[in-house]
């Protein structure tokens, strides 16, 4: 039979059809059909995506014409219709990568802590199309987030970049912001594939860790993000996993991945995470930032290891598919590069006021919030609050709207000009609080000498100190404690006012010494471009705090499964020798290590106060085609407020557990009820035993949770033995 191939603009115009008007077998087929049309030269290209920033002395930046300044483009074949690929960063908005793209601006999200703790799958989708919609605006196709990482230690430095430890919370979140990301015609990349849950020595740490509990805990979180969202690309870490390095594991990517999942997107290695050309028969597409390795890896070594029969042409082809595949599939097989649209930046910004608004975790309130009338002088103490909030550093970082307000400088780049650092994203609090409370007078201490913090705040009514921490890709903080002396400010300054109220700005737990003394603790994590305006509003009674812990804050670094973070201080290096870290809690990650040892922490996964009141009855667990729950949920104050209640599995064919088997975020008003049912993940009920996911016959038994220490009563069910989907 004869097969007509398309002409160039027959397949420009199939490239530009929006995902939703195809077909699972179009993007198959037209993917082949490309793919087939290219000579092998043209299918290497495929495979790397350069670094057009110059990033050592002696390696010049490669620009590419008309391809913008990112951490990675490829070069278009406008022969086959193939348009390039432009790579941004990623999970709380398009980053301007050391500002080299002059004047470049994007809307800055809050952290993506803050999106876990809204529990807001639809939340989660409308971050994503932001994202995505300026990633396009932009010209960029690929977008490299979101992230779901599980946070296993409350002191890793990327935590604020992902979704909780909780696999079913970050997995369905981390799966709607795909959606969303990819509802602009842009492709979303779920990352890093798989244990990068430490920044310490991460290019050489072997994460150690049994089969059974990687697919329970970490693995489940991607399982379930891909298959909710299909993101067009995974993105495998720097570390290894149980001995091979991620992005050269045959298990993780051919077998798992590709294998037991069905994936049919790309894989792309993280930048500077490749050491051997044989990644790519252990399943890595592309070389991402390939300028960063020894070689480019998967450009002339490969075509080498190609013409002496080492790679075969049904390998190569497989992986140029893939990236075809997704392109279409996604609709992102646009042309890249120059700006394509005007962004509606007053629009975004409400997106990014909805993320902090719902992310806010009131922790503790005696009473004293919102604030009362009575209080007519505030003082507002410390966190550069006069100016605006904190941004986590790294890859993520993204240049506000407005330009920062500040950068403190913590490294220079001898080859960038702008130093990098913690970043003052312009909202002020202490601006929002003056607009939200005309009646009082805000004075401003910068916290700087405790002393006359302290002085200052004998005088005042009411004291709000803002405490910062500062965290960054790269590297992990030492222990939970404040730095810069700021437990101590706090201590002086409620010892001096005991009407004091604490509003953190960090990237994970900490520990709160002072916290008897103070009447009120807000968590505002990292609250982006409108993170004043949320954060005054929740003061000030404006808006009814609904927040939860994405994560357990620990009473201390000793509760958690290793009090030493493992290599701390050692140098990092590209190949240094093989750092194993035991990962001995398994999947019983966060939570689940608390509820199997019995630990109190200062403050539980799930927590979250509200100035109204809810009630949670009538638990009601069927079994059916799948397994149910169903319940009832009232606003029993006076406020209307939103709600998560939280289904908790807590016995397992007759085994003490602890696991997150359901969440809803419902907003009610005073004395409304509503009932709730929930379908339960079916994996969050089995194990992974050598035949994949069995749900053991036995006694199940389910509570609704305020948090993951406040149980209601368990309800139980009998579930015959039965498999669950690969
Ligand atoms: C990070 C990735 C990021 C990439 C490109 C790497 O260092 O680990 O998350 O997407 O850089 O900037």
Redo the contacts with the bound molecule.
């Keep these: 039979m004869e097969i007509r191939l398309p002409g160039p603009a027959l397949v420009l115009a199939l490239l530009a059809i929006p995902a939703s008007a195809r077909e699972e077998g179009d993007s198959d087929a037209h993917a082949a059909r490309i793919e087939a049309r290219m000579t092998d030269e043209e299918r290497f290209q495929l495979l790397h995506s350069h670094l057009p920033i110059t990033i050592a002395p002696g390696k010049p930046a490669q620009l590419i014409p008309g391809m913008p300044i990112a951490?990675?483009v490829v070069r278009p074949i406008e022969r086959v219709g193939f348009q390039g690929l432009a790579?941004t960063?990623?999970s709380l908005g398009v980053?301007n990568?050391f500002g080299l793209r002059e004047g470049d601006v994007a809307t800055a999200l809050p952290s993506a802590l803050a999106l876990a703790a809204s529990f807001d799958p639809a939340l989660a989708f409308r971050a994503g199309a932001m994202i995505g919609g300026e990633a396009q605006a932009k010209g960029f196709n690929v977008l490299?987030?979101p992230?779901v990482n599980l946070a296993r230690d409350p002191r890793a430095g990327?935590n604020f970049?992902y979704l909780g430890e909780d696999p079913l919370l970050a997995g369905v979140l981390g799966g709607e912001m795909s959606r969303g990301i990819q509802s602009r015609g842009v492709v979303a990349?779920i990352?890093?594939l798989v244990m990068?849950d430490q920044e310490t020595l991460?290019r050489t740490m072997d994460a150690r860790i049994d089969e059974a509990a990687l697919r329970e805990s970490d693995l489940l979180a991607f399982e379930i993000g891909i298959e909710r969202g299909r993101p067009g690309a995974v993105?495998c870490?720097?570390n290894r996993v149980n001995g091979p390095w991620s992005c050269g594991s045959d298990w993780l990517l051919n077998q798992v991945l590709k294998g037991d999942w069905g994936y049919k997107g790309w894989v792309m290695s993280?930048?500077?995470?490749v050491h051997d050309v044989s990644y790519f028969n252990a399943g890595l597409d592309q070389h991402?930032?390939a300028e960063l390795d020894e070689k480019v890896w998967f450009d002339a070594p490969l075509q080498a290891e190609y013409a002496a029969g080492r790679v075969s042409k049904e390998r190569l082809s497989d992986a140029v598919r893939r990236i075809l595949r997704s392109l279409h599939a996604v609709g992102a097989g646009w042309k890249p590069g120059e700006p394509r649209s005007d962004i509606d930046y007053a629009a975004n910004a409400e997106v990014a006021r909805e993320v902090a608004a719902a992310g806010i975790v009131l922790l503790k309130n005696d009473g004293a919030l919102p604030l009362s009338g009575d209080a007519k002088s505030v003082l507002v103490v410390g966190g550069y609050a006069v100016a605006g909030v904190i941004a986590g550093g790294?890859?993520?970082q993204v240049t506000p709207v407005g330009g920062p307000a500040a950068i403190l400088p913590t490294s220079v780049h001898p080859l960038v000009k702008r130093p990098a650092g913690q970043l003052i994203v312009p909202s002020s609090p202490v601006a929002a609080l003056k607009k939200n409370l005309p009646q009082h007078t805000i004075s401003y201490d910068p916290g700087y000498d405790a002393g006359m913090a302290a002085a200052r705040a004998a005088r005042a009514d009411a004291v709000i100190v803002f405490a910062t921490k500062w965290e960054s890709?790269?590297w992990d903080s030492s222990d939970l404690s404040l730095p810069q002396g700021q437990d101590a400010l706090i201590a002086a300054v409620a010892k001096a006012n005991r009407n004091t109220i604490v509003v953190l700005e960090t990237g994970n737990p900490v520990a709160m010494p002072w916290l008897a003394d103070v009447r009120a603790v807000v968590e505002a994590w990292y609250p982006g471009q409108q993170g004043g305006a949320a954060i005054a509003d929740v003061l000030s009674g404006a808006l009814n705090p609904s927040g939860r812990l994405p994560m357990t804050f620990p009473a201390s670094i000793g509760q958690n499964p290793r009090p030493q973070l493992t290599g701390f201080g050692e140098p990092d290096s590209m190949r240094a020798a093989r750092l194993p870290v035991e990962y001995t809690e398994g999947a019983d990650v966060g939570y689940r290590w608390f509820a199997r040892k019995k630990l109190q922490p200062l403050f539980p996964f799930g927590h979250g106060l509200s100035y109204t009141r809810f009630t949670h009855s009538g638990l009601k667990i069927k079994d059916g085609d799948s397994v149910t729950a169903s319940f009832e949920v009232k606003n029993a104050g006076e406020r209307q407020g939103a709600d998560v209640p939280q289904l908790y599995l807590v016995k397992a064919s007759g085994r003490d557990v602890q696991r997150l088997a359901g969440f809803q975020r419902l907003a009610l008003k005073p004395g409304e009820r509503r009932r709730i049912t929930l379908e339960i993940e079916p994996r969050i009920l089995a194990d992974w035993t050598t035949e994949g996911w069995r749900i053991r016959g036995g006694v199940y038994g389910f509570a609704l949770g305020k948090s993951a220490d406040d149980l209601g009563p368990t309800v139980t069910v009998t579930l015959a033995e039965r498999r669950v989907k690969p």
Excluded: C, F, I, Q
């Design positions: 951490p990675g790579k960063d990623a980053v990568p490299l987030g992230g990327r970049e990349t990352k890093h990068n991460r993105m870490a720097y993280d930048w500077g995470a991402s930032g790294g890859s993520s890709e790269g």
